[in-house]
């Protein structure tokens, strides 16, 4: 069994910084891109990182672009996301997930992602 499990998630201030860990069990098999994903209060969820383990290509969303990384450890199976000069607009729960990209395709976090994490709270006050 599949399972992806979030940590790291609290509160601070704003200007702090956070590192977000999925820790991914189980077999995803041939999953090959691994994503990171928020829900504000009262919004949709959508992709704000990916990363393709291929070659380690990445990919963000223009609103956190040069102030979150994402990267992971394969050896032990996580996926980290570090979360820099953080702003109250990023409070939402944060939701790590895995998928497969056909070769030619492009890695990027989508809704329709095979594999899902729970997710971990993030609050950023101001």
């Known amino acids: 069994q599949v399972q992806l499990t979030e940590s790291g998630g609290g509160s601070v201030r704003a200007g702090g910084s956070l590192r977000l860990a999925c820790t991914v069990s189980?077999?995803?098999?041939?999953?090959?891109?691994l994503g990171w994903h928020r829900q504000p209060p009262g919004q949709e969820r959508w992709g704000i990182a990916a990363?393709?383990?291929?070659?380690?290509?990445?990919w963000y969303h223009e609103s956190v672009k040069g102030r979150f990384t994402i990267s992971r450890d394969a050896e032990k199976n996580i996926l980290y996301l570090q979360m820099d000069s953080l702003k109250p607009e990023d409070t939402a729960m944060y939701t790590c997930?895995?998928?497969?990209?056909?070769?030619?395709?492009?890695?990027?976090?989508?809704?329709?992602?095979?594999?899902w994490g729970k997710g971990t709270l993030v609050t950023v006050a101001s």
């Open positions: 997930s895995a998928d497969w990209v056909p070769p030619g395709g492009i890695c990027t976090p989508y809704y329709g992602m095979d594999y």
């Open positions: 990363i393709f383990t291929v070659d380690d290509t990445t």
């Open positions: 189980g077999n995803i098999g041939r999953s090959n891109c």
